[in-house]
């Protein structure tokens, strides 16, 4: 059996230490324009089924899961679930008529759902985040602000749903209209000068690129757009400016930006640095760390845009770049010494804001919020003065060369006089002998006089031998033009009698352009008539060789009216056909034909058929041809006219 006495301090102790253990309600008055909750001020609950809503969180089977806060800040430390946070506001005394607003200041989360009681105690649900169109929002400002309407004298509980893919601090500020006014106002312009800062940084570093074309100047310039990049991605200016139709973008815009700060970083390293050569293991080093990153990169772009969220990997090429100034600092490298410092100042930074992410740092919420811009500036200093350090050394390095240049000169100068009286010794010497040998040169230009005039005679004898050879070299050359016409004419009688080979036949007629000039000057040999109008006036047809009247435009191909007439097989074999069949007196067979000239058997029967009428024709004319040989064949062919001419066509039709 309980005793009533222990049981009474049981009870006592109870009542005493439950407002310790439970949520504390926040009083606020007219004279409160601004409160930042935090520890045991907030409940929370994990919604792991992300289906919850206002009527079940309200409802005692739900209500009682609600935990303390035990941190400073709450932390949605499960990504993948939804978070509810309850807040008690007790307004006490008169309020003001002036609205307030709840902000949010993390600018990666996704989605916030703020349910505010209104008079009559039922909960309006109003949402934000940077999954929602910046136009969306209750005002155009970098962070989420809901509006308080019921500001009635009593307690209030305030109800909000965050989901987050990212880690994020849970910062929940209770601010008047007039100082969230003035908040803004103040935000915004320290952000005018931390952009205006870096965009200094940048105009400076890129007139120093285009003066004097250093590629770590141009680095850092990049460096730097690369953080004012991230920066505006995280604290929501982007957004708000650049892409407030986008929310899509949200989601990649840190995590690329973060990627092109390792990446130009670690190349402004190397080149201001000059790691290739003072450090190349470490040049490896960091192309390695590089590759990794690029791959890094593409796996969050393409397959799993949620690892965007593991910011640490950022750790390793910071920490290469750190190492690798603290290594050529060591090795006497001056201007590396400044480098480090500046990235020491951006591992503060870094450290102290994973410490506030991780709850360790409390009562400094804006300063470890923005903790991490203040490094970057510190870093972005530290930076263009070892960038100007380096300037320094290398003029300090060119002052020394410039000394180094005016002292040789100096020995140069005394060397140059020494020499110069040698010299004048010498010259003196020199001059002497060259007055003796002048005055042997004299003698000898005499007698060379002499010798000249000898060779103007002998020249004159050789020119008068020339001119005789020349008659005789124009003499040869009219005996050679003669012997060369008489072997064509040779060549021509072999073809017209003797039996060729088709290569030693293609020497004479090797191509369609020799074939039509043999015929046009066979065809037209006694003069040109038009067949239309008889006009002996004519000019070159659009056709090789044919002939355009230019009295009645009627234009002759060369082919017209000869044997060749409507020929389908290439020219110079069929002049070889019409040899062949001359030469043989038509008793060679159609097979050999087409074993000689390469054309089909049936062809060349049809060709030899042709061919074997026409000589028929001239046994039974009695006509002879006279050196002539098979070339008589091709002319008198007289194909039969079975139509008219008309507008400068002919249409005939080879009775053969």
Same mark, same amino acid.
């Given at each position: ?18 407002? *310790? ?28 089924? =992300? ?49 307030? *607003? ?102 400076? =570093? ?12 141009? /680095? ?18 982007? /957004? ?41 293991? /470490? ?73 506030? *992410? ?64 040698e010299l004048e010794i010498k010259v003196n010497e020199r001059t002497r002998q060259v007055i003796e040998k002048s005055r042997k040169i004299s003698e000898q230009a005499e007698v060379i006089e002499q010798q000249n005039a000898d060779l103007i005679n002998t020249n004159k004898e050789i020119e008068r031998q020339a001119a005789e050879i020349s008659l005789m070299n124009v003499l040869l050359e009219r005996d050679n033009i003669q012997l060369k016409h008489n072997i064509e004419k040779v060549t021509d009688a072999r073809v017209l009698s003797a039996e060729l080979s088709f290569e030693e036949f293609s020497s004479t007629y090797p191509d369609q352009e020799s074939c039509n000039k043999f015929l046009s000057e066979l065809k037209w040999a ?13 000019? =070159? ?50 097979? #050999? ?7 089909? #058997?049936?062809?060349?029967? #049809? ?50």
């Open positions: 059996m309980i005793k009533p006495i222990p049981l009474l301090y049981v009870l006592l102790l109870c009542v005493v230490m439950n407002p *310790v253990f439970g949520q504390k309600t926040i009083n606020i008055n007219s004279t409160v324009h601004q409160h930042i909750f935090n520890g045991a001020e907030i409940e929370y609950l994990e919604d792991n089924s =992300n289906k919850l809503t206002i009527d079940d969180i309200r409802t005692d089977s739900v209500s009682h899961l609600f935990q303390v806060n035990k941190g400073y800040y709450p932390k949605n430390k499960n990504v993948r679930s939804d978070y509810w946070y309850k807040i008690k506001v007790n307004f006490d005394g008169p309020m003001d008529e002036k609205q307030s *607003v709840f902000e949010f200041f993390d600018q990666t989360t996704e989605l916030i759902t703020a349910y505010v009681p209104d008079n009559k105690g039922l909960y309006t649900s109003k949402t934000a985040g940077a999954s929602t169109n910046f136009v969306n929002r209750l005002y155009h400002h970098k962070n989420f602000e809901f509006s308080i309407n019921n500001k009635l004298k009593g307690e209030h509980i305030y109800y909000f749903k965050i989901r987050s893919a990212n880690s994020i601090n849970v910062i929940i500020v209770y601010r008047t209209i007039g100082y969230f006014i003035h908040y803004a106002l103040t935000e915004y312009l320290t952000y005018g000068l931390f952009y205006g800062m870096l965009l200094i940084f940048c105009f400076h =570093n890129l007139l120093m690129f285009l003066a004097v074309r250093k590629k770590h100047y141009l /680095f850092y310039v990049l460096y730097v757009m690369s953080v004012g990049f991230y920066e505006m991605s995280t604290d929501g200016i982007a /957004f708000q400016y650049i892409w407030p139709e986008l929310p899509g973008l949200n989601a990649y815009a840190y995590g690329v930006s973060l990627y092109f700060i390792s990446l130009f970083a670690l190349l402004f390293t190397k080149d201001l640095l000059d790691v290739r050569h003072k450090a190349p293991i /470490f040049n490896k080093i960091i192309n390695y760390v590089i590759g990794f990153r690029t791959l890094y990169l593409l796996f969050c772009l393409f397959i799993n845009p949620g690892f965007f969220i593991y910011k640490f990997v950022e750790v390793v090429p910071l920490s290469v770049a750190f190492v690798t100034g603290i290594k050529i600092w060591s090795n006497g490298y001056k201007p590396a010494r400044f480098f480090v410092v500046a990235y020491a100042s951006l591992f503060i930074g870094v450290i102290f804001k994973v410490i506030s *992410v991780l709850g360790a740092v409390r009562g400094m919420g804006l300063f470890a919020f923005y903790g991490l811009s203040f490094s970057f500036i510190a870093e972005m200093i530290f930076f263009s003065i070892a960038i100007a350090d380096q300037v320094r050394l290398l003029r300090t390095e060119k002052e020394a060369a410039k000394d180094e240049i005016i002292r040789q000169m100096a020995i140069t100068n005394q060397l140059k006089d020494s020499i110069n009286q006694k003069g040109y008539g038009c067949l239309k109008c008889a006009s002996t006036l004519y000019k =070159n047809g659009r056709a090789p060789y044919s002939r355009r009247c230019t009295k009645c435009g009627y234009e002759e191909s060369v082919l017209f009216n000869t044997i060749f007439q409507n020929n389908r097989i290439p020219i110079n074999k069929a002049f070889y056909v019409v040899y062949l069949m001359y030469s043989t007196k038509g008793t060679i067979s159609s097979y #050999q034909l087409s074993e000689k000239i390469g054309i089909r #058997q049936s062809t060349c029967w #049809q060709y030899a058929i042709r061919i074997k009428k026409v000589m028929n024709e001239h046994k039974k004319d009695g006509r002879k041809g006279a050196n002539q040989g098979w070339s008589r064949l091709v002319i008198d062919h007289k194909p039969a006219v079975t139509g008219r001419i008309k507008d400068g066509a002919v249409r005939t039709e080879n009775v053969l």
